[in-house]
């Protein structure tokens, strides 16, 4: 044990896993509660720390933690898969997509069944790859899946901005880009009941603290943006609990190591120069006005979309599957009737059950 | 897909780093970061570091678990 512990890279985990220090703080906030609460993770990334560490198990039961729409796979239409799947089929085109898209469901095929039947679709680490690879591939078309939040759309940008900048021509991003403020606003609105968030503590390295403070300001909600290890999020429940109790909504930072209120400016100012805010359809959520990111004017030549449109009709998804309300905190995945029988990761129905971070996969590997 | 991972940085060049996760080696894009040098921590985002991470910040949050510990203790 005591060699994995001096392995690099576990600095920043390790510390924060500290079992007497989960235990204590697990007793203070059964101490804390004096009433019903409810927080929403909107982040899949929480929603997966919660349930691989058994965070539900240390609250008492007036706590209820429900997750949001923050898994981007989950969150992106079936429109989007299809699209994929449709230029998977074209002549001369290379997909490079990050794993998780792989075996999301479109209307009729996924791209992993394409790829089975010859269609050439490769899995990158990272968008710089994608770029690498147009560029050794100078006679085929690269087509870039960019989805993802603010955390990921950073990346998008450099690496268009790179493109520009080598005179690489045949670079394209299919983009699909979301940001989570709008959506935020949106489930407060609607008919998810809640008393705070635990904030996405990585779209906020991005983004800033500054980013949710009109959850407080405007809606009285109490606001933590929360790490990733076990003593974060119990520390974060705790700062929550008592911003409830105080009838002090504000935005505080538990996730101090990652993150300020300002954000990171060089990632923000590249996004900006690269995509502009635009409406975007969330699944189960619809419609979200200044939700998206689109390619700005400037770099259309990069949007797969407007060189090479496609003209697919667009479906409708599976009826059964309840991903849409699982992502508004109305609805778990054991309430679905698919769960675990005829949708499971192997052989998934909705997008919920394909990502390592989508409520109904974290369900079906961590079982309560 | 949304993952970030705390990352060692083992090596630059130019504006690209290669860093270590828990022993595992991955490239990492640098264009979003100042100030990064080999031996600092990165958060590790799709193949960009995102953010630095704070020493200093990180010692206050384990300090301040360890006082509601000891509190917790008394
Ligand atoms: S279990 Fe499958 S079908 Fe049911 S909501 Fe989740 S992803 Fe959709």
């Known amino acids: 044990m005591k060699q994995e512990m001096n392995d690099p890279g576990v600095k920043y985990i390790e510390e924060f896993r500290d079992k007497e220090m989960v235990l204590n703080l697990s007793g203070r906030i059964r101490d804390s509660v004096t009433g019903e609460y409810s927080f929403m993770e909107v982040c899949g990334g929480h929603t997966a720390a919660i349930h691989r560490f058994g965070i539900p198990s240390l609250l008492p039961p007036a706590i209820r933690l429900v997750s949001g729409p923050g898994c981007p796979v989950c969150v992106t239409g079936v429109d989007y898969i299809d699209k994929a799947v449709a230029y998977s089929r074209l002549d001369n085109i290379i997909i490079c997509t990050f794993g998780d898209l792989m075996k999301v469901p479109g209307t009729g095929s996924s791209l992993e069944k394409e790829r089975a039947g010859g269609a050439d679709v490769r899995l990158v680490l990272s968008c710089l790859d994608a770029l690498e690879i147009a560029e050794y591939n100078p006679g085929k078309t690269v087509i870039f899946l960019a989805i993802g939040f603010e955390t990921t759309a950073p990346g998008s940008a450099v690496t268009i901005l790179r493109a520009r900048e080598k005179g690489i021509r045949n670079f394209r991003v299919l983009a699909a880009h979301k940001v989570m403020p709008p959506a935020m606003k949106a489930l407060v609105t609607g008919e998810s009941k809640l008393d705070g968030f635990i904030c996405p503590g990585h779209v906020a390295a991005i983004t800033g603290s500054m980013a949710f403070e009109f959850l407080p300001g405007d809606f009285g909600l109490a606001c933590v943006v929360t790490g990733f290890e076990p003593t974060d999020i119990l520390l974060s429940v705790l700062m929550l609990v008592k911003q409830v109790n105080s009838g002090k909504p504000a935005v505080e930072i538990e996730y101090s190591r990652a993150v300020t209120r300002l954000g990171n400016s060089i990632a923000q100012e590249r996004l900006s120069r690269v995509f502009e805010p635009c409406d975007a359809a969330w699944r189960g959520l619809g419609m979200i006005p200044g939700s998206g990111l689109r390619l700005r004017r400037d770099f259309e030549e990069f949007d797969a979309e407007i060189t090479f449109p496609l003209d697919i009709a667009l479906r409708e998804e599976n009826r059964s599957c309840i991903c849409g309300r699982i992502l508004k905190g109305l609805n778990t995945p054991v309430d679905c009737k698919l769960f675990g029988k005829s949708c499971t990761p192997e052989s998934p129905a909705g997008a919920c059950m394909v990502s390592a971070e989508g409520a109904c996969n974290v369900y079906y590997r961590y079982p309560e | ?74």
Do not use: W
Request: hydrophobic share 50%; with cysteine; net charge negative.
């Open chain 2, 1 to 74: 897909m949304c993952l970030s991972v705390p990352a060692l940085v083992l090596r630059i060049e130019g504006d690209m780093a290669e860093v270590s996760v828990g022993g595992a080696v991955f490239r990492a894009g640098l264009q979003m970061v100042e100030n990064v040098v080999v031996g600092d921590y990165i958060l590790l985002h799709t193949g960009f570091a995102i953010q630095k991470l704070d020493e200093r910040d990180a010692i206050e949050t384990l300090e301040l678990l360890k006082e509601l510990n000891e509190a917790g203790n008394e």
